[in-house]
């Protein structure tokens, strides 16, 4: 089974970057398709980018286009996610989530889940 750890949130101002980590345990995570989401308050949780076990294959949430790249290092066993040009509208705690399958954009259909990172940008 694998479990997830992020790091890296913090408080930043409009345009600055910040980059994100998940540390995962459990032989499965070269193989799983790792995802980053968010969540603001009093809003539903919603779908950041997606990357495929070998890499190859990332999908990203239209509005963080350009500004956020995920990536991961398999050697070891974290997924990282660059965020730049931030905007107060990124404001959220951050998730990082494994999928035992294909490429989802879907919260539900990720199968284990961190605890989560406070990012907040200021204007």
């Known amino acids: 089974q694998v479990q997830l750890l992020e790091s890296g949130g913090g408080l930043v101002q409009a345009g600055d970057s910040l980059r994100l980590s998940c540390a995962a345990s459990?032989?499965?995570?070269?193989?799983?398709?790792m995802g980053w989401f968010r969540q603001a308050p009093g809003k539903e949780r919603e779908f950041v980018a997606t990357i495929s076990g070998s890499g190859g294959i990332t999908y990203y949430e239209d509005s963080v286009k350009g500004r956020f790249t995920i990536s991961r290092d398999n050697a070891k066993n974290t997924v990282y996610l660059q965020m730049n040009s931030l905007e107060p509208e990124d404001t959220a705690l951050y998730y990082c989530a494994a999928r035992f399958g294909g490429a989802a954009t879907k919260w539900n259909s990720y199968n284990v889940w961190g605890q989560g990172t406070q990012v907040t940008v200021s204007s």
């Open positions: 459990g032989r499965t995570f070269s193989t799983s398709f």
